[in-house]
Structure formats: structure tokens, C-alpha cells
């Protein structure tokens, strides 16, 4: 891997192609650092402020108080760009046009013009990347990312994503023709628009399974929620978390946990950051301080790991409480921990998370399916106040409307990732018009005007930086750990040891260190259906 990373890096390049090539990585290195920086700094430039209380009509309590703890002045409640507020305000607040202002403002970043528009910057990028590729003896740049996938090319990509696009936008369409039901008994004659989703959706979903996120975010505080994705770690993999004290944390907020085998060897330390502050990207992610590895004379570097997020903070008298999507990525983000944390690799450039990018999602999504698993919900899920476990009749709930707005989830998930690879196809070395090129992407995958792709262009930090022709990856390792999920229920034991130990030794130990799909068959003794993941989310 580390010959093939020297070749694929342009090592063997002589004379002008080799300075262009350095030329090109410079160039690339410092647009890749001003698009992350325009998008943050636009991010949490933005701030709708409210002054009337009428404004606020719909909103739960806790999001008035986390709006009123942002503004910092009495009277003032302040909604920003950042997930804890935005999502929340377009699920539930009544005032229709402060929706669109908060949307409008989220979608149209780094896209207005001046020193923090991305547009320019995209195409750029995008241009230099064909250059690259060409240099390098591939077609285009998505040739040369994928070739070392499980994907191989852009052709398996398509293949897949066009496979599942007719289903999630039929889909789409039956849900927008509900809620437009909705809003044309609220507001006659208008029509549903991008800013009316969520909180329509929330609408529906109330009316057909009696069922509001604020009724399940009490028992969800993200110390219990942390605690049981340990438990299932645990369950699952054989290993403790214990908390320890006087390590250094680079924050005060910032949680370090020693993980052992149960036969009490160290496996390694795992710091936890999980909520939003100035200056603080966005999102949620794990990095690695230091990786696992093997030194020459045998001796086994444990590995140091940390999961960020940015979930909602603590107000008072009120600890952390979580929405569902926040609960699933906690999960997800351990699971990118456990593969870090679990490897048992020789060499560092293979090991934990050192995976093709289509296989890397697969420990992470994996352990989202036990999240909101009923047998799960029973062992954390409990009320903040009275401890009382969550009520079988929620639980039923959860699970009824467990494919409620996947038609939705998918669709904007599906845009986002054709966009992505509609860029990484060109084969101009010029930049092309961002704003024409994008329009024409979203035309010819037919696009419904009531959903926006789950990142366009000008924010689309994942195309723009690691994740370039690789957004996909996330839909491809669904279709993995659906397929790896039904292996545990197929034994019918959520825990089964014998699958669980499978699991941990054929793909979180081995990181990179052999071929994906060699790793995947050696765990589940056959190559991946589609069929589980359709089936999860009632597309079939």
C-alpha cells in the first residue's frame, strides 16, 4: 500500500510533469484550506435574531432556552447555521417565513458573492483534479479515486446509485403530494416548498404514528446514550470503557475513557467532544492523535482516538438532551472509534480506519442499527428525571415509523452524491460555470424543487476536501451494513458471540490491510445484497 500511495502520488513523475504535479498539489492543498475556511466562517456568521415572542410559536422549550442562551440578552433569541438550532426551528417553528430566511440562508452559503464565495473555488478545484488525473494516466479524477475502491470505477458507482434513485424519489414524490395535503389546509393556494418539509413532515408523522421527538428526547441524554453505545461495544466486541482522570484534553468539555479487553490488556485511550462552540467546525467526525501499529521488534502502539460532535448542549436544570438522528450519530461515530481502537495491524498506513472510503462507513453505520433497536432502547433509553425506562408503547412507536420520510432521508442524500460524482466525471481541464453546472446535474437526475441535495456545491466541504467522488460511500456501506446487520439477526441474538468476535477479527482488527471485499466475505461468507438496506427503509 505504501509502494502503490508513492506511485499513485506522482513519484515517478521526471521533469515538467512532475513540477506540474507539485505545482497542482500546492495549488490544491490551499483552495482545499480556503473552502473549509469560507464555509466556517459563514457558518457562524449568520444569526436570525427574534425580539416577539409570537415568533417563537411551535418551538419546544429546550431550543427557546438554547436560543435565548445564544443571544445572551434579554427578550432575544438568536437561530444560527449550526445543527442543534437550525434543524430543530425548521421542524417546529410555526412562522413560515422566518423557515424560508433560516433555509434560504443555510443553502445560499458562500454563494453571495465576494471573498467567502466557494463557487469559483469548486470549479477550480474540480479543473486542477482532471489535470491531475490526466497526468497521472486516468480519464478523469473519479477514475483515479476509485480505483483502489470497492467501487473500481465510476461506472460501479452510477450503477449503484441509479439503482436506488427510481424507488427513493417515487418515494419522495408520494410524501410531498402528503404534506402539500397538509399545507394546502393551512395555507390555500400555496405550495409546498423546502423550508415546509421538516415541519410538515413532523406534522404527518405525529398524525399517523402518534409520535413527536419531543416526546422521546427525555430519555435521551447523551450520558445514558453515550453509555449504551459502550454497553453495546462491549456486548458486541468484548471490551470495557472506564473513565480517567488527569490525562491532558485540549478543552475542559473533553471526556478521556481507557478501553481494554476484558482480559484487562490496554487497548487504547478514546477522548469524546460533543458539543458546539465558537470556532468549532460542524458536524461530527473521529480522528486519530496516534495511530495502532506493530514496531520492528514486535512491540504494539496502542492507538489514541477522539469523536466529535457538535450535539445539544445542556441548559439549565436540564442536562444534554438528544433528537433520534443525534442518537444514531453517537453511534456512528463510536463505531469509527472501534475501528481505530480495535485494530490489530502491522504497519500504520493499513491500519483502522486506513480503509478504501466506501468500506470505512461500514464499522460506523454498522452500529447504528443497534441503536434504536427495541432490546437496546430497554438497557439506556430512561427519563432524565425519573429514571424510568422508555414506555413499550414509545418504543412501538419507534419502530412503526422507522421508515416514515425515507424517500426523503434518501433522495437528498442521492443528490448530494450524484453531484459529487457529475463533478469528479468532467474531463475539462478548464473550470466550468459552477452555478449552469449544477443546475444541469440536478435537471438530469429530475430532482423534485421541494427538496434541496443534502449539500450543494458552494458547501459541500465533503467534495471539496477527502471525500471527493467519495460522498457515495456512505449509501455503498449502508448496503454493507444492512447485509452485516441481518448476519446477527439471521442467528436471531443481536449479540451473537460467534458473529460479533467474526466482526471484530475479520474487519475492525484488519483496517486496510487486505482487499475490502476479501475482508467483508471472509466475515459473512458472500459478497453484499442491496435487498436488506431496500427493505430498511421501505423502498421496496
Known sequence: KTYRGFVRGGALLQGPAKERMRAINGELSLLGLKFEDNLLKETNAYRLEVTSPADLKGLPEGVIAAAAEEAGKPNTWVFTLKGPSIWPFLQYAENRDLRRQLLQAYAGRCSQGGETDNRATMARIAALRVEKANLLGFKTWADFQLDENMAKNPAGVYGLLNQ??????????AEAADLQALLEKDLPGEKLQPWDWRY???????ARFDLDEEELKPYFSLDRVRDGAFQVASKLFGITFTEVKGVPVYHDEV?????????GRHLGLFYVDYHPRPGKRGGAWMSNYRDQWRT????DIRPVIVNVGNFSRPTAGTPALLTVDEVETLFHELGHGLHGLLSQCRYRPTSGTATPIDFVELPSQIMENWALEPEVLKSYARHHKTGAPMPEALIAKIQKAGTFNQGFATTEFLAA????????????TKPVDPDAFEA??????????????RYRTPYFAHSAGGYSA?????????????DAFAAFKEKGDLFHPATGKAFREHVLSKGGSDEAMILYKRFRGAEPK??????????M
Do not use: C, N
Open 440 to 453: 444541469a446535474s440536478l435537471k438530469k437526475m429530475g430532482l423534485i424543487p421541494e427538496i434541496l441535495p
Open 200 to 206: 410538515y413532515s413532523e406534522k404527518v408523522k405525529k
Open 530 to 539: 442491496v435487498e436488506p438496506l431496500l427493505k430498511k427503509r421501505g423502498l
Open 255 to 263: 471526556k478521556a475513557f481507557e478501553v481494554k479487553d476484558v482480559s
Open 296 to 299: 520492528p521488534k514486535g512491540q
Open 164 to 173: 436506488l434513485w427510481p424507488a427513493s424519489l417515487a418515494k419522495a414524490k
Open 470 to 482: 467519495g460522498y457515495y460511500s456512505y449509501i455503498w456501506s449502508a448496503v454493507l451494513d444492512t
Open 417 to 428: 452524491a450524484l453531484l459529487d460524482m457529475d463533478w469528479h466525471t468532467l474531463t475539462d
